[in-house]
């Protein structure tokens, strides 16, 4: 089985928990950030293969961290998965702008968060 790191960019430690068990149930390993500039940070140094990302977060927000990340050679293939409570209209395109790959709305519908990571990191 193929072995992925997934970050999980989350400021809530129940979500980060929720993610970070659905993540390593599926066999991923995980590194987790609790604002915007740790994330910015983890990312560039450990290179994930896959970034769930919070959109609300103290200090730097998602949707910056994502665009600072899609600017770089470095990290700009890293598929970014937009988590947010946010529902209100226009927000998955707002997410997409700033860079983000794929729109995962909470409360998280675990389905739905595990359909879209493996579109991205396949069994």
Not at 74 to 81: A, F, G, L, R, Y
Request: net charge negative; with cysteine.
């Amino acid at each position: 089985m193929p072995d992925y790191t997934v970050l999980i960019v989350e400021d809530n430690a129940n979500n980060r928990m929720i993610m970070r068990d659905l993540m390593e149930v599926q066999g991923h390993r995980t590194l987790e950030a609790v604002d915007g500039a740790e994330g910015l940070a983890m990312a560039l140094e450990h290179r994930p293969d896959l970034i769930l990302m919070d959109v609300q977060l103290p200090g730097m927000d998602g949707y910056e961290v994502t665009r600072r990340l899609k600017a770089q050679d470095e990290t700009k293939h890293i598929p970014i998965v937009a988590v947010t409570s946010y529902a209100m209209k226009g927000e998955e395109e707002r997410a997409r702008e700033a860079g983000c790959d794929a729109y995962v709305s909470k409360p998280i519908d675990i389905r739905k968060l595990i359909e879209t990571v493996q579109r991205f990191l396949p069994k």
